[in-house]
């Protein structure tokens, strides 16, 4: 059954800073790996899709890589902001068509 | 329309009521799901419904839950007889396809926060 990890629950750093989040998870046999943001009274955004084949992705300030053989992903952010404070998910995609959720880690970014 | 869209936004209720939250996906997505999420915890899948196919309720947690959709719009999550622990945001999400689609991105809805007295 594959399980999904995200730690640390919780990271405060300072505004200006680059930081790296990190995705576990036990079964290799993934699809996909999705990164998600969570705002407080809001739905999820899709920040970053990464395929089975694929090392990593980058958009903007944010950079995920994944190594399927260790079962890992991370989300860099860099030069961090205020505004990129939120809680961060990461869900991967297995033999069905379902995602299986991280509990997410939560981000806040002080000015 | 642009997004996906959840109502009620806010459901307060008392135990042992039925509730309805209703969700419209965003047009031309064959695919969606709805997701339960507790409070400080990650997403749990409820149920998905893929074009014209059977939807799979396996996620459902018991009978008191059952979801309908109409074609390929609006779905609607009904909660008979709410119990405390039924208190959660409801998430639905759509895509363009599912099953056999396997790097299509989702697209969330903003939840329903549902609370039971």
């Known amino acids: 059954k594959q399980e999904v990890t995200q730690i640390p629950a919780a990271l405060s750093v300072p505004e200006g800073e680059n930081l790296v989040l990190n995705c576990s998870f036990t079964?290799?046999?993934?699809?996909?790996l999705q990164w998600f943001r969570q705002d407080p009274g809001k739905g999820l955004t899709s920040l970053l899709l990464?395929?089975?084949s694929q090392r990593e992705q980058t958009s903007g300030r944010l950079n995920a890589s994944l190594d399927k053989s260790s079962g890992r992903s991370t989300l860099y952010i860099a030069a961090s902001q205020p505004g990129d404070s939120a809680t961060y998910l990461c869900a991967v995609k297995g033999s069905n068509y379902q995602l299986i959720w991280g509990a997410g880690t939560k981000l806040i970014i002080k000015p | 329309g642009a997004g996906v869209s959840q109502s009620p936004s806010n459901k307060v209720t008392e135990k042992g009521k039925d509730v309805e939250l209703r969700c419209d996906p965003i047009?031309?997505?064959?695919?969606l799901y709805w997701y339960r999420q507790r409070l400080g915890q990650g997403l749990e899948f409820l149920i998905y419904?893929?074009?014209?196919?059977?939807?799979?309720k396996s996620g459902l947690p018991s009978d008191r839950f059952s979801a309908e959709r109409t074609g390929e719009s609006v779905s609607t999550l009904t909660i008979q007889r709410t119990q405390q622990e039924d208190s959660a945001v409801y998430l639905c999400?759509?895509?363009?396809?599912?099953?056999?689609?396997?790097?299509?991105?989702?697209?969330f809805g903003s939840g329903t926060q549902l609370s039971v007295l």
């Open positions: 047009s031309g997505h064959t695919a």
């Open positions: 419904f893929q074009g014209n196919s059977a939807p799979d």
């Open positions: 990464i395929q089975s």
């Open positions: 079964d290799s046999a993934i699809y996909n």
């Open positions: 999400a759509s895509s363009l396809g599912g099953e056999g689609f396997t790097n299509e991105k989702l697209f």
